[in-house]
């Protein structure tokens, strides 16, 4: 009844729209899901592995949400939605975690024993994200939407991307459980386009108008050859140092 009590008060502590404990008792799938794996785990502990499957199976047909009956989890969870997690069967999850729709925590098919993630304390793992194989994600980490985790993610982290990388790490706790990830695809392309503007600067032509780091666009000039003839500027530029460096030769 512990770990039932802790994961009331983390559904009311993480789910801004919770308005009372009774409500998430009698409402919430992901709570119930995990309510009910609480018994199957505890079935299959004392070896009546086939009552926890039964338990387990229904628990999916009520609420989308599939926890192997061997599963390890803490006290203090939470599955916000829930439609669609799959929990695989040695996976392990510890207190203060936060897992959204359609999360796997699964195997790779390569492995035994062993198979599936292990997820440390006051862990995010946000909507559709993959976490697959006998990693460790480690505690206060974040795991962004849609991405594909196959490596061990160090403490304290961001991850995002397929497959997923680690963007942010320091030892700071993460306090705060949000959305709010970086993009590093936009964010490399913003430092490219910066890059560019400095050389078109250099050699004074001005096609980075046109880069994802500036307002205007395009369709803004309301001319149809608007890049043609930066690109013909900017070759016309470049005849022009070529010309410039072969007088110097002379």
Request: charged share 30%; proline share 4%.
């Amino acid at each position: 009844m512990g770990k039932i009590k802790m994961d009331l008060q983390t559904a009311l502590e993480k789910d801004p729209a919770a308005r009372n404990k009774f409500e998430i008792f009698f409402t919430y799938g992901g709570f119930k899901a995990l309510y009910r794996h609480r018994f199957a785990h505890w079935f299959y502990n004392h070896k009546m592995k086939f009552l926890a499957k039964v338990i387990s199976c229904g628990t999916r047909r009520k609420t989308g949400i599939d926890i192997h009956p061997a599963a390890k989890i803490a006290g203090g969870v939470f599955i916000d939605h829930g439609v669609g997690v799959v929990i695989g069967e040695t996976v392990e999850i510890g207190t203060n975690v936060l897992i959204y729709q359609g999360v796997t925590l699964g195997g790779t098919g390569k492995d035994t024993g062993k198979r599936h993630p292990t997820i440390e304390d006051n862990v995010m793992i946000s909507a559709g994200a993959k976490v697959l194989g006998p990693i460790v994600v480690g505690h206060n980490s974040k795991i962004g939407a849609g991405s594909v985790v196959l490596k061990d993610v160090p403490p304290n982290s961001t991850v995002v991307g397929v497959p997923g990388r680690v963007v942010k790490f320091n030892d700071v706790r993460v306090e705060d459980i949000d959305q709010k990830l970086p993009d590093p695809i936009l964010e490399e392309f913003a430092r490219l386009n910066r890059r560019i503007e400095k050389l078109e600067e250099a050699l004074q032509v001005k096609s980075c108008k046109y880069s994802i780091t500036q307002e205007n666009a395009v369709d803004e000039i309301g001319e149809e050859n608007a890049i043609e003839r930066e690109i013909v500027e900017l070759e016309n530029a470049i005849d022009n140092i070529k010309d410039n460096i072969n007088k110097k030769e002379k």
